[in-house]
């Protein structure tokens, strides 16, 4: 079995000036209670405080909270940046699991989640540690399984309103609100490992997503950079191929050139940086 890690677990806490009672128990609480488990599940713990690379600490802190195979947040304190820290990671639905030191120290808006309760805000007891050791375990276990989906509340709100309300004047709208549903139901029964009922559903569905974007890009209703970005790093070279034949045929700049071309700014300005 390989060693190597499965990604970041990045740990989200008020961390306070050195030598004070707040960074003692933040690097105790990670250092004791959240990396041995994360170790132990092949991941690699990740605080802001302890990152060298340099460049804007918030963009970057952002960065590495999306890129994350998992965040963990202490909600101890109720600092205000955990609390920004923690709408992002749930807005792009990443994996988060909760710490606080006593459940009455949590925010209304945080009162539902499942949290695991570490204890008082001064020095932690073995007991509270290993116990609390016990139940991060489980409950990464159960946010890193295979089928486990992280809601993204903000994401979903704000798609499904925005297609919502343009579907009735707007026929393109109306087609892309459905497709974006099927494709929610597809994408879930795929995590699930559920095979679709219908034979050759999932293929129906990937024929008219691409007619759809035929036809998006045949009447020009998509930009010149919203062309652009439907290449990715994650696309295959066949699908980009497609995407710049459609759009040479079309008129609009070639995608693949403008994908390049972004990506050596990206590591001109990392070379800077």
Do not use: C
């Not at 276990?141 to 994401?155: K, Q, T």
Request: no cysteine; hydrophobic share 40%; glycine share 4%.
């Amino acid at each position: 079995m390989t060693n190597e890690p499965k990604g970041v677990a990045y740990i989200i806490s008020q961390i306070g000036d050195p030598e004070s009672a707040i960074r003692k128990r933040a690097d105790e609480v990670a250092d004791f209670v959240i990396r041995p488990v994360v170790e132990e599940l092949r991941l690699v713990p990740m605080r802001s405080d302890r990152d060298p690379t340099p460049g804007q600490v918030t963009s970057r802190l952002l960065k590495d909270i999306l890129a994350a195979r998992v965040v963990v947040a202490d909600l101890t304190g109720r600092n205000p940046n955990v609390y920004y820290e923690l709408a992002v990671a749930h807005s792009f639905g990443r994996p988060v699991v909760i710490v606080v030191d006593h459940v009455e120290s949590l925010s209304f808006d945080t009162k539902n989640e499942r949290v695991i309760v570490i204890g008082d805000e001064g020095v932690i007891s073995v007991t509270e540690a290993e116990n609390a050791k016990s139940k991060l375990k489980e409950a990464l276990n159960l946010v890193l399984a295979d089928g486990y989906v992280p809601n993204s509340l903000v994401r979903e709100v704000a798609s499904s309103q925005s297609l919502d309300e343009l579907a009735p004047r707007d026929p393109v709208a109306e087609q892309l609100a459905n497709m974006s549903r099927r494709l929610d139901q597809v994408y879930a029964a795929v995590r699930r490992g559920r095979r679709e009922t219908e034979p050759g559903a999932r293929d129906e569905d990937l024929r008219s997503l691409v007619q759809l974007v035929r036809k998006l890009i045949a009447s020009e209703r998509l930009e010149d950079d919203e062309v652009t970005e439907l290449v990715t790093e994650e696309t295959t070279r066949a699908f980009d191929d497609w995407v710049r034949s459609l759009a040479s045929k079309h008129g609009y700049t070639d995608p693949i050139e403008q994908f390049e071309a972004s990506v050596e700014e990206d590591e001109e300005d990392e070379e800077e940086s």
